[in-house]
């Protein structure tokens, strides 16, 4: 096992701390889901607490570090620093409607040389609350689920393979292409799951639990951690014209090296990207 560093410990305690109010707030949603009002403000609320908490701890461990929030927006460090990028909450519709499947996500970027913009992705934690699990990586030094070391699965046809991926909805996403790729994929694989939260997607398939995975229209809070647990996991992660970038967000293909060119090409050959 390789040894936990400081930095994991500290992106771990946070989300650990906003982990155990999420939980605690989750066992109120089905009490909400009779109300006339509905359960939508009591999970915005409990969003942004948990973002808080996140920020208040890694803030105190990390002064002059920037961040990357999805409630709170960017919120920039001092020069020459990383930044975290933060989901307090992924999969906040599995939340609102009391399913059991989401997850905080914290990943560690840092700036690019030269000094513009944003480089690589170094430090990652995703942490499943209801199943207390923590998935996390950092550069060079592998993939873990807690102590245990994460391998991508070694599956190399379609027809063994098991698939995740996101749907458009309201106002996201694009259905038609969607559909394409779903046409293309889908008949040659052993299945396709939809669960609702990309980064836990990601942190499966570098679990070997799911073998790829395909999604656009997400961004850089849903993916930077999951990108690089599947990297460190011995997985790829592009974009959907096969370019590796270190938060691939707008458009994800990730999967292990045998499956990554084959669904390449089926998502080319379906949307002529």
């Given at each position: 096992m390789a040894a936990i560093s400081g930095l994991i410990r500290v992106m771990e305690k946070a989300a650990r701390k906003a982990g155990g109010k999420l939980?605690?707030?989750?066992?109120?949603?089905?009490?909400?889901?009779?109300?006339?009002?509905?359960p939508s403000d009591f999970v915005s609320k409990a969003d942004r607490i948990a973002e808080r908490?996140?920020?208040?701890?890694?803030?105190?461990?990390?002064?002059?570090?920037g961040f990357l929030m999805e409630e709170g927006g960017e919120i920039a460090g001092d020069e020459g620093q990383p930044r975290f990028i933060v989901d307090p909450l992924d999969g906040t519709s599995n939340f609102l409607h009391g399913i059991p499947h989401f997850a905080i996500s914290i990943a560690v970027q840092e700036p690019a040389a030269g000094g513009k913009g944003w480089g690589e992705v170094t430090a990652a934690v995703i942490y499943q609350p209801i199943t207390d699990e923590t998935f996390w990586?950092?550069?060079?030094?592998?993939?873990?689920?807690?102590?245990?070391?994460?391998?991508?699965?070694?599956?190399?046809?379609?027809s063994d393979a098991l698939i995740a991926t996101g749907i458009p909805y309201g106002g996201h996403g694009d259905f038609a292409e969607w559909g394409k790729v779903l046409s293309a994929i889908g008949p040659q694989v052993a299945g396709i799951r939809r669960f609702g939260a990309a980064s836990l997607d990601l942190a499966w398939v570098a679990a070997g639990r799911f073998d790829g995975f395909w999604e656009s229209d997400l961004a850089p809070w849903d993916t930077a951690a999951g990108c690089l647990l599947?990297?460190?996991?011995?997985?790829?992660?592009?974009?959907?014209?096969?370019?590796?970038?270190?938060?691939?967000?707008?458009?994800?293909l990730a999967a292990n090296d045998g499956l990554h060119s084959k669904l390449h090409k089926a998502i080319a050959g379906a949307i002529r990207v």
């Open positions: 939980r605690r707030d989750f066992g109120e949603v089905e009490h909400l889901q009779v109300s006339r009002k509905g908490t996140i920020w208040d701890e890694l803030k105190v461990a990390r002064p002059g570090w990586a950092e550069k060079s030094r592998g993939a873990w689920l807690h102590d245990g070391r994460l391998r991508v699965s070694s599956r190399g046809r379609m599947v990297r460190e996991a011995g997985g790829f992660v592009t974009d959907y014209r096969g370019r590796s970038q270190p938060v691939c967000d707008r458009q994800v």
